[in-house]
């Protein structure tokens, strides 16, 4: 792969940054800090319901981190145009912004499957989200500061 390449460069990051945010979400779920994972908003966007059959949660989970890692390449291509400054903030606010997005359009498409969930669920989204951000600003800017070193 040519990480020279900001695509590539943000593809990457968006799915490594994903990596500890989806555990933490994950592993809320079965310690009852939430009522929905990543992976079950993605097999409801996907399926119409959420995944019920391993290959369906393996399917979702997978399209999660495809998901990140285009996520990842907005940001990667974003970036620059502001400024190559203050990548945590830019991914803290990227992150939250991507959280805010993916539960308001669940309202306001009426997806039944995601709509009203409780205080817990949108509050460990948030932190998993805004996570999330953090790390596809570190990530990205250690591969950045790597690549200028190479020059």
Do not use: C, H
Not at 39 to 45: A, H, Q
């Amino acid at each position: 792969m040519d990480m020279k390449d900001r695509i590539t460069r943000g593809f990457i990051a968006g799915i490594i940054s994903g990596i500890v945010p989806f555990a933490l979400n994950f592993g809320s779920y079965y310690i009852n800090f939430t009522t929905a994972r990543w992976s079950e908003f993605m097999g409801v966007l996907l399926f119409g319901s959420p995944p019920a059959t391993i290959g369906k949660v393996i399917f979702a989970v997978i399209a999660v981190f495809i998901f990140l890692g285009f996520l990842g390449t907005i940001f990667a291509l974003t970036v620059p145009l502001v400024s190559s400054r203050s990548y945590l903030l830019k991914g803290f606010m990227y992150g939250t912004a991507i959280w805010f997005i993916s539960f308001s359009a669940t309202t306001f498409f009426q997806i039944a499957e995601l709509q009203a969930p409780p205080l817990k669920t949108a509050v460990t989204n948030f932190i998993s989200a805004s996570l999330w951000g953090i790390m596809l600003g570190l990530t990205l800017n250690w591969v950045d500061d790597r690549l200028k070193q190479e020059v």
